[in-house]
């Protein structure tokens, strides 16, 4: 749009472009001009899938690391080079569990589990912020066998200081990045080689380039992959692609080691073999097929309200509402993952369109069904919410 106004050419570069990126590509609707050799003509790094259900059924793994990451640490290590390790952060925090009862603390206004947070010594709410100190007894049946589950960032850079007492580990992430120049600190030292392994989040995957690592490490694959939403095998590629493109400089290969329970998925066949085209071939044929961008456009229709049994009913009366404008092209109303934020209660419907005129005419009809549900008496304390193109 930008270039639209200021008449000017627009150049969009990725090695992992979105699939609507590409689609545009093959479509003409956009020049297409391909790089087949990396810059400075880098070798790709080496990519290796670390069978961990197979790893944990032989008892070999060490927490969750498996012996060949752990061994190619300590080579890369011992041969002065450094190390990444990348771990999403999704669903793999740290929380508090009761051993006798299996509950776990829960914030009191969203629908989340409470993330152990060390550094602070306290259970913190993701979403809304709030917090509480850690129980000595588990709130629900008095229990004192409480046991931390799951494992974050921080959980791995502390388990890594037991496997490599002597490297320098540091970690980066939200947490770690928070104040202004923590995140060129970090960077920076990484960079002059004050740090020997750096465990991150998704900020570890993009564009920064370090001469001296030679192995980047993927502690669990599945996290990414099991995503429910339709973008999720597309993400999977590009950020497993990023993170494998930050090992190895220079003069030699590096290595990247994929721990993940599903080691034969196409996803990461298609990362290995560095192959792009085919990973949008079945993902093109997938959003044809099931109706998704780039051939049909999503509006997202988020409803809001404190009351349960009030948004329930709101979100079918104006399903009902747009029904018969959209047909088998309404999705829902259904609870997205969390289903409480701030003490709100959410309900959303996934409406999809068509062609351009198609599209506009659906879209002012939304806007006026909504508009009219806005006035019905029982609903006017209800939120409601649009996202058209929703990410
Ligand atoms: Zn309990
Ligand atoms: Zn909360």
């Not at 001469?211 to 497993?240: C, K």
């Amino acid at each position: 749009m930008l270039g639209q106004i200021h008449k000017a050419p627009v150049l969009l570069g990725s090695a992992t472009p979105s699939i609507e990126s590409y689609f545009n590509t093959q479509q003409g609707k956009y020049k297409y001009v391909e790089l087949k050799e990396r810059y400075g003509g880098l070798k790709m790094p080496e990519i290796k899938i670390i069978d961990i259900k197979e790893e944990s059924r032989y008892k070999r793994m060490k927490s969750h690391f498996s012996p060949q990451l752990i061994d190619a640490m300590g080579m890369a290590l011992k041969a002065g080079e450094q190390v990444i390790l990348f771990q999403n952060r999704r669903g793999f925090s740290l929380r508090l569990e009761c051993e006798t009862c299996h509950t776990t603390p829960q914030c009191v206004n969203c629908d989340v589990t409470l993330i152990y947070h060390k550094q602070i010594n306290l259970l913190k709410c993701h979403y809304c912020g709030y917090s509480i100190q850690v129980p000595p007894r588990c709130p629900e049946c008095g229990s004192p066998a409480l046991k931390m589950k799951g494992f974050g960032t921080e959980k791995v850079e502390e388990e890594l200081s037991l496997f490599f007492p002597d490297a320098i580990i540091s970690r980066m992430d939200l947490d770690t990045t928070r104040t202004k120049y923590a995140y060129q600190k970090i960077i920076g030292e990484f960079e002059s080689g004050k740090i020997d392994i750096l465990v991150g989040t998704q900020m570890v995957t993009k564009g920064l380039d370090f001469d001296n690592v030679s192995l980047v490490g993927v502690l669990n694959a599945d996290g990414l992959l099991s995503y429910p939403d339709f973008r999720a095998f597309e993400r999977s590629y590009q950020l497993l692609a990023q993170v494998s493109g930050r090992a190895g400089r220079k003069n030699r290969q590096g290595l990247v080691l994929i721990q993940g329970y599903n080691p034969k998925h196409p996803i990461l066949q298609w990362v290995i073999e560095d192959n792009y085209p085919e990973m949008y071939k079945q993902q093109i044929q997938d959003r044809y097929t099931y109706k998704y961008p780039p051939f049909y456009r999503l509006i997202e229709v988020s409803l809001r309200h404190k009351d349960a049994e009030v948004l329930n009913r709101a979100a079918n009366v104006l399903a009902g509402m747009l029904k018969p404008f959209f047909g088998k092209m309404m999705l829902g109303p259904e609870y997205p993952m969390v289903m409480r934020v701030r003490n709100l209660y959410i309900k959303n419907l996934i409406l999809k369109t068509g062609k351009r005129n198609e599209a506009a005419q659906l879209k002012f009809e939304t806007a006026r069904q909504i508009e009219k549900f806005l006035e019905l008496p029982d609903f006017k304390s209800v939120r409601v919410q649009l996202d058209v193109d929703p990410m």
